[in-house]
């Protein structure tokens, strides 16, 4: 069964750091492009981040570019985000999700973890 | 990135058929083929309905499907039931490596 668990959200200061590791489980991790999206409570889906299976290409949203980034440790089966000089509206659900396997992985996702709640304070 | 436009909700009877839109740009949804389209239930996460503007995975039942034209996508839900009720998103490739996702649809099942 593929799970994804986050982890490392909470309560954060405006201007600090945070990292969220995204704990894969169920299939071959190197094979899978992954990605970050967040969500406000009650609003829509963002999505923030990609990188391929090896590591070697990333992207980001422009919301968050130069201040965020992706990795990933193929040997944990880990996905991490990075996150720096947060914001208000950096408060989200942080979602990890795998990519549709194939020449798709870019662009859908089939299996999404539970979330992790990230709130920056002022 | 601007977001996708997605009307806020929709309605319908059990057993009808509901039509969501998904409206970008020549930039996303009309260049490339990669729209995808997802459920989420209260306090869930997003569920994968449809891929590759059309496809489904395995699991999704065949009353959802997903279509394109020009720079409009569209998710039909037919034979709507009680469990379709839920907030509906579609999501685009915009080229440069980015995603970009629609604004949400709330469908209510009447």
């Known amino acids: 069964e593929v799970q994804l668990v986050e982890s490392g959200g909470g309560l954060v200061q405006s201007g600090g750091s945070v990292r969220l590791s995204c704990a894969a489980s169920?299939?071959?991790?190197?094979?899978?492009?992954m990605h970050w999206v967040r969500q406000v409570p009650g609003k829509g889906l963002v999505w923030v981040s990609r990188?391929?299976?090896?590591?070697?290409?990333?992207s980001y949203a422009d919301s968050v570019k130069g201040r965020f980034t992706i990795s990933r440790d193929n040997a944990k089966n880990t996905l991490y985000l990075q996150m720096n000089s947060l914001r208000a509206e950096d408060r989200a659900v942080y979602y990890c999700?795998?990519?549709?396997?194939?020449?798709?992985?870019?662009?859908?996702?089939?299996?999404w973890g539970q979330g992790a709640q990230v709130t920056v304070s002022s | 990135q601007s977001a996708l436009t997605q009307p806020a909700s929709v309605s319908g009877s059990p057993g009808q058929s509901i039509t969501i839109s998904c409206t970008g740009t020549s930039s996303d949804v009309g260049a490339y083929n990669f729209v995808s389209w997802y459920q989420q239930h209260p306090g869930q996460a997003p569920k994968l309905l449809v891929y590759?503007?059309?496809k489904r995975p395995s699991g999704v039942s065949n009353r959802f499907a997903g279509s394109k034209s020009g720079n409009t996508a569209s998710l039909t839900i037919s034979g709507l039931q009680a469990e379709d009720e839920a907030d509906y998103y579609c999501?685009?490739?915009?080229?440069?490596?980015?995603?970009?996702f629609g604004g949400g649809t709330k469908l209510t099942v009447l």
């Open positions: 990188i391929t299976s090896d590591g070697s290409s990333t």
């Open positions: 169920g299939f071959t991790f190197s094979s899978h492009w």
């Open positions: 999700a795998r990519g549709v396997g194939g020449s798709t992985s870019c662009c859908a996702f089939d299996y």
């Open positions: 590759d503007v059309s």
């Open positions: 999501c685009s490739y915009a080229g440069s490596y980015s995603l970009v």
